[in-house]
Nanobody
């Protein structure tokens, strides 16, 4: 399985942007579908975005569609999440996750998880 480490979180004003990165180590990163999930304070972990192994297929939660972009660079073993037009309700810990072969939009069944990176959006 892959090991995942997120980075890029921080404090940003509403309307601002951040770029999250998730670096993977281990074998065959390009075989994994990747996803981003988030957990707001007091809430469950929810789907944000996902991407298939090649990067050709992407999926988004309705709440972030048009504002967030997921991408990957298999040569660098990294998946990215570009966050634009941030809102206070985007405040959460963002987690990167991997599933061998299959794109999932549920946190259930993911094979590997990172420890998360905190994004705080102020008004």
């Amino acid at each position: 399985q892959v090991q995942l480490v997120e980075s890029g979180g921080g404090l940003v004003q509403a309307g601002g942007s951040l770029r999250l990165s998730c670096a993977a180590s281990g074998r065959a990163f390009s075989s994994y579908a990747m996803g981003w999930f988030r957990r707001a304070p007091g809430a469950e972990r929810n789907f944000v975005a996902a991407i298939n192994w090649s990067g050709e297929m992407t999926y988004y939660a309705d709440s972030v569609k048009g504002r967030f972009t997921i991408s990957r660079d298999n040569a660098k073993n990294t998946v990215y999440l570009q966050l634009n037009s941030l809102k206070p309700e985007d405040t959460a810990v963002y987690y990167c996750a991997a599933h061998l072969n299959t794109v999932l939009t549920s946190p259930i069944g993911m094979h590997s998880w990172g420890k998360g990176t905190l994004v705080t959006v102020s008004t």
